[in-house]
């Protein structure tokens, strides 16, 4: 029997039957559908301003393409592996398909394609 001084006596629910939760309530995370570019890696000539750009002044539009994405201009140039983390966040962002790996290898063997297609996608999404 419990006395005064205690641990919960005078609280409300004492001596009453206490629930024990045995499984813990779960969030159910929905992730949106992945699509494919709307692009494709040799789709240059689908938005021939950004082609000319890309082709002519790379670094611009490099530098544009990261303000696009609310990143520092610099980061293309001046970051190690920067290309590859816009690319990566381009995807995150509007929801395409790929992977790092996939990120890295277009960049490495088609960069100013990789380009031009990043750059079209996120100004055809408003950005």
């Given at each position: 029997?419990?006395?005064?001084?205690?641990?919960?006596?005078?609280?409300?629910?004492?001596?009453?039957?206490?629930?024990?939760?045995?499984?813990?309530?779960?969030?159910?995370?929905?992730?949106?559908?992945l699509r494919d570019w709307n692009h494709g890696i040799c789709g240059c000539f689908d938005d021939c301003a950004t082609c000319a750009l890309?082709?002519?002044?790379?670094?611009?539009?490099?530098?544009?393409?990261?303000?696009?994405?609310?990143?520092?201009?610099?980061?293309?140039?001046?970051?190690?592996?920067?290309?590859?983390?816009?690319?990566?966040?381009?995807?995150?962002?509007?929801?395409?398909?790929?992977?790092?790996?996939?990120?890295?290898?277009?960049?490495?063997?088609?960069?100013?394609?990789?380009?031009?297609?990043?750059?079209?996608?996120?100004?055809?999404?408003?950005?």
């Amino acid at each position: 029997m419990a006395g005064y001084g205690q641990p919960g006596y005078g609280q409300p629910g004492y001596g009453q039957p206490q629930t024990v939760v045995v499984q813990q309530p779960q969030t159910v995370v929905v992730s949106p559908q992945l699509r494919d570019w709307n692009h494709g890696i040799c789709g240059c000539f689908d938005d021939c301003a950004t082609c000319a750009l890309g082709t002519f002044c790379p670094a611009i539009l490099a530098c544009m393409t990261a303000s696009k994405m609310g990143e520092n201009p610099c980061v293309p140039i001046c970051i190690q592996g920067g290309m590859i983390a816009m690319r990566t966040k381009t995807r995150m962002m509007l929801n395409i398909k790929g992977s790092i790996c996939s990120d890295c290898c277009m960049l490495m063997w088609c960069g100013y394609c990789a380009l031009c297609q990043m750059h079209t996608e996120l100004k055809e999404a408003g950005y």
